[in-house]
Nanobody, 116 residues
Framework: VHLVESGGGLVQAGDSLTLSCAAS????????MGWYRQTPGNQRELVAR????????NYADSVKGRFTISRDNVKNTLYLQMNSLKPEDTAVYSC??????????WGQGTQVTVSS
């Protein structure tokens, strides 16, 4: 599957932003999808993850109560609603698709910058 993120940008602290991840190609075998983020010099960390069928979600502690992950299986699009953004949320956000086989696909990432 080919993943393309959009919706990143420069916002102020306290603002909201919604990221989208459009999946094209076959989604057969995808078990879960997630959003990850990475800052320079740091490892990529899981932000939020959703099981494709059933909709079970889990979040990083740092974003619980502020971010919401959702998916539209008809449109093959993954979303991340981000509220009450903080400067420490600044990162490149990437979309990930996990296959039941253990393989994964990644998008190219979208930059989110939160100014104080």
């Amino acid at each position: 599957v080919h993943l393309v993120e959009s919706g990143g940008g420069l916002v102020q602290a306290g603002d909201s932003l919604t990221l989208s991840c459009a999946a094209s190609g076959s989604t057969f075998g995808i078990n879960a999808m997630g959003w990850y983020r990475q800052t320079p010099g740091n490892q990529r960390e899981l932000v939020a993850r959703i099981i494709r069928l059933g909709g079970y979600t889990n979040y990083a502690d740092s974003v619980k109560g502020r971010f919401t992950i959702s998916r539209d299986n008809v449109k093959n699009t993954l979303y991340l609603q981000m509220n009450s953004l903080k400067p420490e949320d600044t990162a490149v956000y990437s979309c990930n698709a996990e296959y039941r086989s253990g393989a994964s696909s990644w998008g190219q990432g979208t930059q989110v910058t939160v100014s104080s």
